[in-house]
């Protein structure tokens, strides 16, 4: 294969993968034009993708020529997940806090150039926060995102932040790389982050690192998200003995599962 056509075929895998992205947050399905608008790929383009992944399995197209994740990815997640055992051990922690928080706790671990929210526990109020779990972070504006960010070097995390895109997703978004980077300053000096409607109107969030015993790295953070009239600015510290001793329990169990992962 030349260099030429590996380079397309990397493109379009990219592309293929936005696709699959884009279809993880759709709970209706979403049609070829929507899909194509959403990841900038034509109509076309986008047609004949979604047309292999159908052949494959991996999306399903009803009668209104809609499409949707197959059960195929459910399984392989979900197959993955068991195989890590995130959910099983880390489940329980997560509940806990929920339960004690009354809101949404979720965990985001880092991968590669990428950071994802992995699991997550619901806490017991009627007007409930929509989870994100599966979702990539942003990380200029996730309170966890910012965590990860703050905990390496300067240069490589605004690297990794303008690879992502400094995004304008709220009037409150961070979108100036020099107030970006005076704010990982103030997270790093002060060991958590906020997210003061950044992502979503009306939302908090606080979040803080998770780092596995005896490794310098940050494998991922957790965080606690309320609506805002329920968790005003001031009242988030509170929350932060609760996230920290979290965080110290889950660093222990990815440790766990990073030892067992090695030992196969």
């Given at each position: 294969?030349?260099?030429?056509?590996?380079?397309?075929?990397?493109?379009?895998?990219?592309?293929?993968?936005?696709?699959?992205?884009?279809l993880s947050f759709t709970k209706h399905g979403a049609s070829v034009t929507d899909l194509a608008r959403q990841t900038d790929l034509t109509a076309s383009a986008s047609s004949r993708m979604l047309a292999t992944l159908h052949q494959e399995g991996y999306v399903t197209k009803d009668q209104a020529g809609r499409y949707r994740l197959s059960l195929r990815f459910l399984a392989l997640g979900a197959r993955y997940a068991d195989q890590l055992g995130i959910e099983e051990l880390c489940g329980p922690v997560l509940k806990r806090a929920a339960e004690d928080a009354g809101e949404l706790v979720q965990l985001a671990l880092v991968e590669g150039r990428e950071m994802r929210y992995v699991a997550r526990a619901e806490?017991?109020?009627?007007?409930?926060?929509?989870?994100?779990?599966?979702?990539?972070?942003?990380?200029?504006a996730f309170a966890a995102g910012k965590v990860w960010l703050a905990y390496m070097p300067t240069a490589d995390a605004l690297k990794i932040a303008l690879e992502h895109g400094l995004t304008q997703l709220t009037q409150h978004t961070i979108t100036d790389v020099a107030r970006l980077q005076r704010e990982l300053e103030h997270?790093?000096?002060?060991?958590?982050?906020?997210?003061?409607?950044?992502?979503?109107?009306?939302?908090?969030?606080?979040?803080v690192p998770i780092v596995v015993p005896n490794r310098s790295e940050i494998v991922g953070a957790v965080a606690l998200t309320a609506p805002a009239y329920r968790l005003p600015k001031k009242q988030l510290k509170d929350r932060l003995p609760l996230l920290r001793n979290v965080a110290e329990q889950l660093g222990e169990i990815l440790m766990q599962i990073s030892v067992s992962r090695d030992e196969k």
């Open positions: 294969m030349t260099e030429l056509k590996a380079s397309a075929r990397v493109a379009n895998i990219e592309k293929m993968m936005e696709l699959l992205e884009a806490g017991n109020n009627r007007v409930r926060v929509v989870s994100i779990l599966g979702k990539r972070v942003i990380p200029h997270v790093r000096a002060q060991g958590f982050a906020t997210n003061l409607e950044e992502v979503d109107e009306g939302l908090y969030s606080i979040a």
